[in-house]
């Protein structure tokens, strides 16, 4: 028997999550999971004593559960606004925050300095009443806030400045580090044995520290950024670094991940990208998802082979094919440990379930556009947790030149109705919605594992092989060009 889902909530604007599914023996119940708006983290009981690493990056913590006696909490942050010139980027100090109940409404605080004992700032915190902490004897500004108010305790980053790095990454044309060459997309294609020349470009309210690692290898990064003697040595402009690299790419068919990290007041940005080789003309390999690769095959055939390897847990695993894929269900998952599949039909079909028993099913086919969630019985292996497929290739082209056309027709049509769709983008370029539809009355959440979803712009190019909700105000058309 079908059981309604609650539709999630979207009366917030700031980032949330809105979706969590919980599978309770014989239904599925969808309802939202409220993340903490952007620049907050949120501490619960006292028995998160183990805490590591408590960075304020994210511009403050609150602690909605006081201690009855006594808590210790490790506190990184910065204590300079802005990274002067001649320094060293990115210096957070580290702190140990103290906090004692003197009574109901009262505490003493304490913080000290790890690598400094002379320093220590101690007082009483009274409800309500807010304090500023100096840190910095260089100068008179605060860099620390205190706040004891409506019965939490906020410890807020005074330097935080919203927003993270900007990542480009761009072909390299010349010698100088300008970034007029072409914006490569996530996922970049090479021919066997040829050599990606490429450029970074990281911005922030202050210059970046960069990183590069292809397949985990520390890639070495050459070039400065031409405004004057000292941010020359270091590579970085006011607010920005430009540097590049050159990576040969293996001389057989490969997939390798390409991750460029920024790094300003010690939050990291990560921008990732898929670089295939040879005939594997698209690869999906995001952290804590399920991989996909799709290869053209050798000859005249006119089918790609696809293969997913879903991760080894049994939380809800977003899942979408690229292609058209007419194989049933019941045949993919075959001698798999594959528990459901869910999908979700809008209103008022609400849920839909496949299940690998005799139970009734709701769809037996992957459909395009569709997203769903799959989820795996424990203690599966690789092999159980592997499928292999083939999809229709109605153009096969050379993998430098435009991609192969995988539908039965260059262009499809896919209509929302107001309200929530689990969608998935097909093809195999990253593609904004805003490329195909007029409509902005629309919200874009994307999907990691356990169903766990974050409201993204609608101008974010949408990633073949993720999942995404998709709140309609009003009903609207998309005319999909494949690619």
Known sequence: MKKKVPQPQSNQKAVIAIVAVIVLVAFLAIFANYRSNAGKATLGGESEVQLQDLTLRDGFVTLTVLPQTERTIPIRTAIVAVDDPGTVLDDPRDYTLSLTKISAGVYQYNLFNNDNPAFSAVDILTQPETVSLYLNVQDTAPDLEISFLNNQITVRNLHFLPGLSQIRLFERTGTTLDTTGTVYLPIIRLAVGTTLNARVNASSYVAPVVEARIGGVVQALTGTTPIGTDASARGVAENYTTRDFTWTAPAVDSVSILDIKATVQGEDTHAYYTITTGNIVYAFQQPNLPTMTLQLPSGTSTTATLTAVFDDNTQLQPFSVPCDVTTPLSTLFASKKVQRIYAYGGTPAGTQVWNPSTAPDDFQTFSRFRGYFVQFLDEASEAERTITTTCPVQSLQSVLSAPPQLGASSTATYS????????????????????????QSFRIFQCEQNAACTEIDRTTLLIPGRVYWINAATPFTLNYQWQ
């Not at 109705?417 to 195909?436: C, E, K, M, N, Y």
């Open 416 to 439: 929302f109705s107001a309200g929530w769709t689990l969608f998935a983008l097909p093809g195999i370029v990253p593609r904004t919605l805003t490329d195909f539809t007029a409509s």
